[in-house]
């Protein structure tokens, strides 16, 4: 479909000016300390992934303490995955014009300043804009990070158990932070929800200008500053609308019109990026059948995942009544299942099997796992019935996610690795932001019209009004049946996705030979 291989190998060598060919030099002989760069890249990662979940279980007490309204703590949330999913493209871009070594520290170090900001916030207002600041550091970080893993690691073997270690984080980062938010605000307070991201970030700083070497930034490209306004504003739009979509409905006025808006200046991205000099994302990037597949079945399987997070979180502590910090630690088995898929053996097979002999069997087991938790009623035990769902879901994950990175940005010129990075990232955030308003929409209005019905049953039964009781109970019930009927949607998208991965991702298994880079 494109010009790119579908073989993901290596990513080469620098190039000199005017040449796409690797050289042969010391530069490309493997850094002897990568591993412990590898440690710095993690750290990073997952400093990013699980601030969008860690800040959940803290809401709570955050909003009792600000003063925040019902109608306004959704912005706790909604302002860091504004910033982040919707200007990922433009950080990616600047990575790679100005150097991925230098952004992955300007972002590190903006990250700590930003969350520092928001756990002294005295103000509803001082904490949101703080939750941008995150997303907007978070937007120039989260792509150089993977990206100096693509330019850091060269050997196939040693590219496959990096990219397990990463894509264990991306898949598990979410759990973590749930798990860390509990502890946290239970045994110390909210704010350090955030200050916790300012040790962490300081050692990454320290540990990014000891050990991590890249390539210098292709400063002769300028930026794409219409495909900017147009593919940002495009992005802002759409995670905006559906981060709407649950409170005002699907059919209000301000989500369409976000929603269509959205729509239309990603399709006049698309239309600028063909005629562009400096392209913001060269689209020899996403015609590339294998790694167009890899970027659908990364955003399917967030939208499966990111449902589950929200179900589970819920149904833990408002049905079983679980403490926040309980209701983290359950999802310990899930992380350890990710990583295990992931590092044990996603890592382990990728350069013996194409990479959707592992995505679509990945998939299928989601699925699977999905498909236990549709049984669960308000009666159900957690070793029983939700931790082996929990189990099946995390190592579908893990065998997913870490083929969908390494493919996705193998075979990358080094002057795109940064905006081919940030597109997977994209993919992933606008995937949480459409699973969780789409999901949630979808439990919501079912609970809703099942609990009427079953209320309105009682009272015809007894031809008085159901008592306390029994309307605690139909509550219940109501709800979990929400999370079911929502369920079997994810079901169905995990099975969309493992489609997607099958029929679209045909690159082959990597080989231990240098791979040209895509032009």
């Given at each position: 479909m494109g010009s790119a291989p579908d073989t993901p190998g290596p990513i080469p060598g620098p190039t000199t000016a005017g040449?796409?060919?690797?050289?042969?030099?010391?530069?490309?002989?493997?850094?002897?300390?990568?591993?412990?760069?590898?440690?710095?890249?993690?750290?990073?990662?997952?400093?990013?992934?699980?601030?969008?979940?860690?800040?959940?279980?803290?809401?709570?007490?955050?909003?009792?303490?600000?003063?925040?309204?019902?109608?306004?703590?959704?912005w706790v949330i909604t302002a860091y995955t504004l910033a982040f999913g919707g200007l990922l493209l433009l950080g990616g871009r600047v990575a790679d014009l100005v150097g991925r070594k230098r952004t992955f520290v300007i972002g590190l170090i903006g990250f700590a300043a930003a969350s520092a900001l928001g756990g002294a916030a005295g103000s509803p207002g001082m904490l949101f804009a703080a939750r941008a600041l995150q997303g907007v550091f978070a937007a120039v970080l989260a792509p150089s990070a993977l990206s100096l893993l693509t330019t850091t690691f060269t050997d196939p073997r040693e590219r496959g158990k990096a990219f397990g270690i990463y894509g264990a984080?991306?898949?598990?980062?979410?759990?973590?932070?749930?798990?860390?938010?509990?502890?946290?605000?239970?045994?110390?307070?909210?704010?350090?929800?955030?200050?916790?991201?300012?040790?962490?970030?300081?050692?990454?700083?320290?540990?990014?200008?000891?050990?991590?070497?890249?390539?210098?930034?292709?400063?002769?490209?300028?930026?794409?500053?219409?495909?900017?306004?147009?593919?940002?504003?495009?992005?802002?739009?759409?995670?905006?609308?559906?981060?709407?979509?649950?409170?005002?409905?699907?059919?209000?006025?301000?989500?369409?019109?976000?929603?269509?808006?959205?729509?239309?200046?990603?399709?006049?991205?698309?239309?600028?990026?063909?005629?562009?000099?400096?392209?913001?994302?060269?689209?020899?990037?996403?015609?590339?059948?294998?790694?167009?597949?890899?970027?659908?079945?990364?955003?399917?399987?967030?939208?499966?995942?990111?449902?589950?997070?929200?179900?589970?979180?819920?149904?833990?502590?408002?049905?079983?009544?679980?403490?926040?910090?309980?209701?983290?630690?359950?999802?310990?088995?899930?992380?350890?299942?990710?990583?295990?898929?992931?590092?044990?053996?996603?890592?382990?097979?990728?350069?013996?099997?194409?990479?959707?002999?592992?995505?679509?069997?990945?998939?299928?087991?989601?699925?699977?796992?999905?498909?236990?938790?549709?049984?669960?009623?308000?009666?159900?035990?957690?070793?029983?019935?939700?931790?082996?769902?929990?189990?099946?879901?995390g190592l579908g994950m893990g065998l997913t996610f870490m083929p969908v990175f390494a493919t996705a940005t193998a075979g990358i010129a080094p002057r795109d690795s940064g905006v081919t990075s940030a597109t997977v990232n994209t993919a992933q955030q606008v995937g949480g932001s459409i699973g969780t308003a789409l999901l949630n929409t979808i439990a919501t209005s079912t609970s809703t019209a099942y609990i009427a019905s079953r209320l309105r049953d009682a009272a015809a039964e007894t031809g008085r009004p159901p008592g306390e009781d029994v309307r605690r109970l139909v509550t219940s019930e109501g709800v979990v049946h929400g999370y079911t009927v929502a369920l079997w949607w994810a079901v169905g998208i995990m099975l969309l996705a493992g489609v997607v991965a099958g029929v679209m991702v045909t690159a082959k298994a990597p080989k231990h030979s240098q791979v040209e880079p895509v032009a």
């Open positions: 040449s796409e060919g690797p050289l042969t030099s010391s530069r490309d002989a493997p850094d002897p300390r990568r591993w412990w760069g590898l440690v710095v890249i993690a750290l990073a990662q997952l400093m990013v992934v699980l601030d969008a979940t860690i800040v959940n279980i803290a809401l709570p007490s955050a909003q009792r303490e600000l003063g925040m309204s019902d109608g306004n703590r959704q984080l991306a898949g598990g980062g979410s759990a973590i932070g749930l798990i860390a938010g509990g502890l946290l605000t239970e045994y110390l307070d909210w704010r350090w929800c955030l200050y916790v991201n300012v040790p962490i970030a300081l050692i990454a700083v320290f540990g990014a200008f000891a050990l991590l070497h890249d390539r210098s930034g292709h400063r002769e490209a300028r930026l794409d500053v219409p495909g900017v306004v147009l593919g940002c504003g495009g992005l802002v739009a759409i995670v905006y609308g559906f981060s709407e979509a649950e409170p005002r409905g699907w059919s209000d006025g301000l989500v369409l019109g976000l929603l269509i808006g959205g729509a239309v200046l990603l399709g006049c991205f698309v239309w600028w990026q063909n005629r562009a000099a400096s392209p913001l994302l060269p689209l020899h990037i996403v015609r590339d059948r294998s790694r167009a597949g890899c970027f659908l079945t990364m955003g399917l399987a967030t939208i499966g995942m990111f449902g589950t997070f929200l179900f589970l979180t819920y149904y833990l502590q408002v049905i079983l009544q679980y403490s926040p910090v309980k209701t983290g630690l359950a999802f310990l088995p899930m992380t350890a299942a990710i990583i295990v898929g992931s590092t044990q053996i996603s890592a382990r097979l990728l350069h013996h099997v194409q990479p959707r002999v592992l995505m679509v069997p990945g998939m299928l087991l989601a699925a699977l796992g999905l498909m236990l938790l549709t049984g669960l009623t308000v009666h159900s035990e957690y070793a029983g019935h939700v931790l082996p769902g929990m189990l099946l879901i």
